[in-house]
């Protein structure tokens, strides 16, 4: 005979096996979810007894379930635990009063409690109590079984912290304490951002970089993913619309604890011009062309398909699309070829260039660059401009014989400088020319009368003028925040204001080329500031090379439009690279037959020899004032206000615009000194020119050589 007990007695969740029951009897345990109904089971049993012993029999309990609590670990730290919670551990099973064991265990359930217990984190400090002791159905812990935490640091920031329980043991009559520990979260963030550098008014790509990670007490190092938002007011107000000046800026990634690079780019600034009026003038004239049918600038009765005048510069004076034939400098002339453009009718000798070659040394036969031999067209490209954006959508156009379009947009058009070139497939340059965008009316000639009483109409302004301005580019910038595992950073991206003041300027011009060096800025010594095919800036001096003598110089002219002639002497051979049949290095009024080396746009000409003699009252050289037919201008924009003629009546403005030395590209003697070449050369290895500074005027200058770079006043033809 053996004695069976057990308690609690009347719980419903522990039912005993009925009287009918074969065997040692047993209890069916359902733990129910709520920790306040799970009592402890307690069981009991003797060994087998004598019958009819009228005795009392001891009876020694034993805890039939497993007892689970939860005490602080050596590294938790402060703050609320919220809630802890058993998940899919089994709920139920059978214990055999007998065997004592347990049988049938299974039914996966979730045991919640919310405790909301401050706790200081010293460890052992409980997290339960005892009536909060989870009574649970010993087991081995199936899959999916976990422990999961719910916490609140003392920053009032939530974390649920778990642990994987698959295959652990809960022993019968045992109590198993779980030591919380926060080392999963005891992390120190780090989220460091080095901003961009200022972006100028031209805009860019820049970097910034971005580190960010957490390293909890372990020395264990992860990755946190960051974000970022913007900000236009201070910081006021935040948002995930990037401002429309900010081109490109990467606002989320994975983190890491190197620096991270990211790319941000500005678009450019649009600068505003303290004094508009010459590009107001431009913007309100009528647009010509249309995209798909330009106005060609070798057209001037109306810009038709019809190649009119050809030049190796064209005047724009108005937004729209535009195009031009590929053709030599003026070798086409009152819509037939011009053949006296590119060959020399001049006594043959080796001063002369009797053919007038191309870039591969070939003599031209043909005005459209195409039908010559070795050439090949391929690509339209930019050399450079003198202001932004100027001319765009730059193309080469295989139809007829070929020609480029372009675009002079109203919102950038302003007066400046391009230069275009053609190439082939091999990247070399066929030919180059100059857009000049101007509202200058430079058909509005103004007459002079030379010494000799010689009478030439010249350009009011000098080729490739533009008027002096400032303009302003307001600065711009917006803070950026970047956060990160509840750390931030604010950094600022800036675009810088800049204010860009230039005096009326102009290209330079070694002597017989006909590519335009870039501008100083018009107050000093200071280039004005280009743009390359790319659209960047630059405040560079052109290059400079040695392009050798004769024929070969003549062919690096053609290959590199952007590059001066180093040497001092020029091309060193030909007399007759301005005007076709000149064979004489004397000054004199014979009449210039304009070539295709000749700078001039269409309807004009470099002058002869003694165009400027008129500016003294001896023809020659003076210092004498009185024999200065003219007056110092000593405001900003200096040089000599010439009389056109005796009657000093009217003027011709010629700006102390200085020179560009050929041995380094650098301008000098801006503000101080003029010079300007003519057509007409005084030796192999120098032309002749105007030259003068406020106390001097030569009007027949002889000193220097061809390679230095000087200003141009055309004549109409």
């Not at 058993?86 to 265990?105: D, E, H």
């Not at 490109?248 to 941000?264: I, K, L």
């Not at 053609?558 to 590059?563: A, F, H, S, T, W």
């Amino acid at each position: 005979m053996r004695f069976f007990a057990y308690a609690p007695k009347d719980n419903g969740h522990y039912v005993l096996s009925g009287s009918a029951y074969a065997g040692s009897p047993v209890i069916s345990v359902t733990v129910p979810v709520d920790v306040n109904e799970q009592e402890d089971l307690l069981v009991a049993k003797t060994d087998e007894l004598d019958g009819n012993t009228n005795a009392a029999v001891p009876l020694t309990f034993r805890h039939a379930l497993t007892a689970i609590r939860f005490v602080c670990g050596a590294d938790m730290q402060g703050g609320t635990v919220k809630s802890v919670s058993l998940k899919n551990v089994y709920s139920s099973g059978a214990y055999n009063m007998g065997t004592q064991t347990w049988s049938g265990v299974g039914t996966p359930a979730t045991f919640p409690q919310t405790l909301d217990r401050s706790i200081t984190g010293i460890p052992d400090e409980p997290l339960t109590v005892d009536a909060q002791t989870f009574m649970m159905v010993p087991q081995t812990l199936p899959d999916g079984a976990q422990l999961e935490v719910v916490f609140t640091d003392n920053s009032s920031m939530d974390h649920t912290l778990t642990a994987d329980l698959k295959g652990t043991v809960w022993p019968v009559g045992k109590t198993v304490t779980y030591k919380i520990s926060s080392s999963s979260i005891n992390w120190t963030y780090t989220l460091a951002v080095t901003s961009p550098a200022d972006f100028t008014y031209e805009g860019g790509t820049q970097q910034y970089n971005v580190t960010s990670y957490r390293q909890n007490t372990k020395g264990v190092k992860e990755a946190v993913a960051w974000t970022a938002q913007y900000s236009e007011d201070g910081g006021a107000s935040w948002s995930n619309t990037r401002p429309g000046w900010l081109d490109a800026f990467t606002v989320s990634g994975n983190g890491g604890d190197t620096p991270q690079s990211y790319n941000a780019t500005v678009i450019a600034q649009t600068g505003v011009e303290a004094n508009p009026q010459h590009t107001a003038a431009l913007q309100n004239a009528s647009v010509k062309g249309t995209e798909t049918v330009p106005y060609n600038l070798a057209n001037q009765t109306n810009g038709g398909t019809v190649d009119e005048n050809t030049a190796n510069c064209y005047v724009v004076g108005a937004p729209g699309y535009y195009s031009f034939p590929l053709v030599y400098g003026n070798a086409i002339k009152g819509g037939t070829t011009n053949t006296s453009a590119y060959t020399s009718t001049a006594p043959s000798r080796t001063t002369i260039l009797s053919h007038f070659i191309n870039h591969a040394g070939n003599a031209i036969t043909d005005p459209y660059i195409r039908n010559n031999a070795d050439c090949t067209p391929a690509k339209a490209e930019l050399v450079w401009q003198d202001a932004p954006n100027l001319v765009t959508d730059i193309k080469y156009n295989n139809t007829g014989n070929g020609n480029i379009s372009f675009t002079v947009d109203k919102n950038t058009i302003r007066q400046g400088n391009a230069i275009i070139a053609i190439k082939d497939a091999g990247d070399n340059v066929l030919w180059s020319w100059h857009i000049w965008v101007t509202d200058e009316d430079i058909n509005n000639a103004i007459e002079i009368t030379n010494f000799q009483g010689k009478k030439y109409k010249l350009m009011s302004v000098n080729l490739g003028w533009c008027d002096g301005s400032t303009t302003n580019y307001a600065e711009r910038s917006c803070k950026v925040k970047f956060t990160a595992g509840g750390e931030s950073q604010t950094i600022t991206v800036k675009q810088a204001s800049n204010s860009i003041t230039t005096d009326g300027n102009h290209p330079y011009y070694q002597w017989g080329r006909k590519d335009p060096f870039l501008p100083s800025n018009g107050l000093a010594n200071t280039n004005k500031i280009w743009y390359d095919k790319d659209g960047n800036a630059h405040t560079e001096s052109p290059k400079t090379e040695n392009f050798s003598t004769g024929a070969t110089c003549i062919m690096n002219y053609i290959l590199k439009p952007d590059v001066m002639q180093s040497q001092y002497y020029g091309d060193n051979t030909y007399a007759n690279l301005w005007s076709a049949d000149n064979n004489v290095y004397t000054a004199n009024d014979e009449n210039v037959i304009k070539t295709i080396y000749d700078p001039s746009p269409v309807g004009f000409k470099l002058p002869p020899g003694n165009v400027f003699t008129g500016f003294t009252t001896t023809g020659g050289s003076t210092s004498t004032s009185s024999e200065i037919n003219g007056t110092w201008s000593s405001s900003s924009l200096k040089g000599w206000n010439f009389y056109t003629d005796s009657s000093k009546s009217k003027t011709i403005f010629f700006p102390a615009s200085g020179y560009r030395y050929r041995s380094n590209g650098m301008v000098s003697n801006v503000s101080s000194d003029g010079f300007y070449w003519s057509a007409v050369p005084s030796s192999p290895t120098k032309g002749r020119y105007l030259y003068f500074y406020s106390l001097q005027v030569i009007p027949l200058s002889t000193s220097n050589y061809r390679a230095v770079g000087f200003g141009l006043r055309s004549s109409q033809e």
